[in-house]
């Protein structure tokens, strides 16, 4: 049983580039969320996706925006990006609006040179 | 203000040296409080959700307990491969988000 999958693990990017980034939730589930977790901080989370609709969104620009498909697999995507945009990127996967487990995969390291 | 506090931020241990961690939280109507715990480049992996006010789950080595402001946990006789960072969240009632602290990170040697 597959976990939560996320590509790619690392990605160099520049300042003012463009990045997507991709997910599959594990197994039956559909509901993916994103997070954002700087060096030695916690996860932040992004927004999430369930029905391919975005229903709760985080505190964080309009930059950040993304998308899920009918398979349940999820895109973030970034905009005009900044140093402080360097961060892990986290995918979560759960079941429905219970969420009663998180499932995160490995994340995708992002680097704003 | 915080929402989730952990503390210490670092602890050292030796093999065999229990101690606790500890998280408080400051949400109204608690929906589920997660620790997790999460390994250097890797992504946090689920180790408990607690629920309500004397709660306690245990899993190996670890226990966690939860109480109306705070919840712990401990870690027994600890082991070298218990080293990682321990993540606590909580999920507020009418959002199915977590709001994470800044974890702890544990270091456990022989």
């Known amino acids: 049983d597959a976990g939560v999958t996320q590509s790619p693990t690392h990605l160099i990017k520049t300042r003012g580039q463009q990045v997507t980034l991709r997910c599959s939730p594990k197994?039956?589930?559909?509901?993916v969320s994103w997070y954002q977790q700087a060096l030695g901080q916690g996860p932040q989370f992004i927004f999430q996706?369930?029905?391919?609709?975005?229903?709760q969104r985080g505190n964080f620009p309009d930059r950040f925006s993304g998308h899920q498909f009918p398979n349940y697999s999820s895109e973030l995507n970034v905009n005009a990006l900044l140093l402080g945009d360097s961060a892990l990127y986290l995918c979560?996967?759960?079941?429905?609006?219970?969420?009663?487990?998180?499932?995160f995969g490995s994340g995708t390291q992002l680097s704003v040179l | 203000e915080d929402q989730v506090t952990q503390s210490p931020e670092a602890l050292r241990l030796q093999e065999g040296e229990s101690s606790s961690l500890n998280c408080s939280y400051t949400?109204?109507?608690?929906?589920?409080l997660f620790w997790y715990r999460q390994d250097p480049g890797k992504g946090p992996e689920f180790l408990f959700t607690?629920?309500?006010a004397g709660e306690e789950k245990e899993k190996e080595r670890l226990k966690a307990t939860l109480t109306k402001k705070e919840s712990f946990l401990h870690i027994t006789a600890p082991k070298p491969e218990d080293s990682a960072t321990y993540l606590c969240?909580?999920?507020?009632?009418?959002?199915?988000?977590?709001?994470f602290g800044k974890g702890t990170m544990l270091l456990v040697s022989p």
């Open positions: 979560a996967s759960g079941l429905g609006g219970r969420l009663e487990k998180l499932f």
């Open positions: 996706y369930y029905e391919e609709e975005e229903r």
């Open positions: 949400v109204s109507g608690l929906r589920g």
């Open positions: 607690l629920y309500s």
């Open positions: 197994s039956g589930h559909d509901t």
């Open positions: 969240a909580v999920r507020e009632s009418g959002y199915s988000t977590l709001t």
